[in-house]
């Protein structure tokens, strides 16, 4: 398959850990989005936890981000101030251009598709009518969804180009010719730390493929990604 580089979604799963868990996936969904601020990339918020982002180059730049971020704090939930640890998974994938879309055709009873309401700030649902979709391949497991387009037709076609994505990084991967040979359940990779992050008892980014260590961790999270990457991270 041909990719488009200047185009990824970033997708965060929180790990498990209720509220600190997802909470740690919004601070590392926000981190991205505000680095593509910096970069002056344009962006789009996908669902409550994909981000898309393009740019020139982009992929290149981000791609080493997918993996498992661990998150070490004074948790804000925990009424006795104790540390947690929280973790993860990141999911940077380039983008699929519509002539290598279309060559992968799914049958539709190897979907499930459901529909919601959108949902927006503080949880509230900013539409009456069901407007989310969140589709399921049922021979995989892989799932992707879209809630921020106005109309619920708009957010199927985004989350099943999402899905194709998926489909096709997984069918280069396994080396597969045809969509009908997936037929193994996958499940996400939760093996592959590639950072911490801590904010308790000290300061501390660290870089597990290198060793890299800064103390300069708000900012980090802030956006400031380059403190990293242009230290020779990457």
């Known amino acids: 398959m041909n990719y488009n580089s200047n185009t990824v979604t970033i997708s965060v799963l929180g790990g498990a850990g209720g509220d600190d868990a997802k909470d740690w996936a919004q601070m590392l969904l926000r981190m991205y989005s505000r680095y593509a601020d910096l970069k002056k990339w344009k962006k789009a918020v996908v669902s409550e936890n994909t981000l898309e982002i393009s740019g020139m180059g982009v992929y290149e730049r981000l791609k080493d981000e997918s993996g498992v971020h661990r998150l070490v704090r004074i948790s804000p939930f925990d009424a006795k101030k104790l540390r947690h640890t929280s973790f993860a998974l990141v999911e940077v994938l380039p983008d699929l251009p519509k002539v290598d879309e279309v060559k992968i055709q799914i ?6 598709i459901e529909f919601s309401r959108s949902a927006g700030p503080g949880g509230q649902n900013v539409n009456k009518v069901e407007t989310a979709v969140r589709i399921v391949h049922l ?7 879209s809630q921020v387009e106005r109309s619920q037709s708009s957010n199927r076609e985004k989350a099943m180009h999402l899905l194709k994505i998926k489909i096709a990084k997984l069918m280069e991967d396994r080396h597969e010719e045809a969509v009908g040979n997936l037929r193994v359940r996958v499940a996400p990779e939760w093996g592959h730390e590639i950072r ?11 870089d597990h493929a290198t060793g890299f260590k800064i103390s300069r961790v708000e900012e980090v999270l802030e956006g400031n990604l380059d403190l990293l990457l242009k230290a020779g991270v990457k």
Do not use: A, F, N, R
Request: hydrophobic share 20%.
């Open 139 to 145: 021979p995989t497991g892989l799932s992707s969804s």
């Open 107 to 112: 049958p539709e009873k190897d979907l499930k």
């Open 196 to 206: 911490s992050y801590v904010l308790h008892p000290y300061k501390q980014v660290k």
